[in-house]
T-cell receptor, first 111, second 108 residues
């Protein structure tokens, strides 16, 4: 069964460093999403992406964040200069129509 | 005020019990999702529904559009059902808005 994959599963970085979180959505899906979950809190929407551009972004998704679909398969989230409060689980999701399929997540720890 | 409210926040039950988790939302939807989050953090989609009722194994999800309310039921609960259950609302191909989740613990 096709699935969304994410790498790495765990990323530890120093405050101020850039990180890139990678996702491989399901191949025929057209809509892509990033969500995050700070420990102990609910899942929050970051950004959605369709037709090679951002379709919606939340207040959290400020200038420090960017997304890219560099080739036909990968979908990346870049955080330019990480802050302590960026420590969270980051989930990628993709959908063909409405059902969103989630990746296993990347746990980002900023020290 | 969160757009998606779940109750209870925590639920502990004995193996075999019938479980009900409730979800209310305040604005219109195109679909209501039920998701399961395992202790390791991974999220699995259980149901997506826009009307009526869906069943998968021991899990049943219902939705009442007029009342803006959905329920997730688990029959013959088992310790492996222990997880956080999350409902989330969707409008079209847009973001999901998540509830805070219900932590379910099934005791053998």
């Amino acid at each position: 069964e096709p699935e969304v994959t994410q790498t790495p599963s765990h990323q530890v970085t120093q405050m101020g460093q850039e990180v890139i979180l990678r996702c491989v959505p399901i191949s025929n899906h057209l809509y892509f999403y990033w969500y995050r979950q700070i420990l102990g809190q609910k899942v929050e929407f970051l950004v959605s992406f369709y037709n090679n551009e951002i379709s919606e972004k939340s207040e959290i998704f400020d200038d420090q964040f960017s997304v890219e679909r560099p080739d036909g398969s990968n979908f990346t989230l870049k955080i330019r200069s990480t802050k302590l409060e960026d420590s969270a689980m980051y989930f990628c999701a993709s959908s063909e129509h409405t059902a969103q399929y989630f990746g296993p997540g990347t746990r980002l720890t900023v020290l | 005020k969160n757009e998606v409210e779940q109750s209870p926040q925590n639920l502990t039950a004995q193996e075999g019990e019938f479980i009900t988790i409730n979800c209310s939302y305040s604005v219109g939807i195109s679909a209501l999702h039920w998701l399961q989050q395992h202790p390791g953090g991974g999220i699995v989609s259980l149901f997506m529904l826009s009307s009526g009722k869906k069943k998968h194994g021991r899990l049943i999800a219902t939705i009442n559009i007029q009342e803006k309310h959905s329920s997730l039921h688990i029959t013959a609960s088992h310790p492996r059902d222990s997880a956080v259950y999350i409902c989330a609302r969707e409008m079209g191909n847009e973001k999901l808005t998540f509830g805070t989740g219900t932590r379910l613990t099934i005791i053998p």
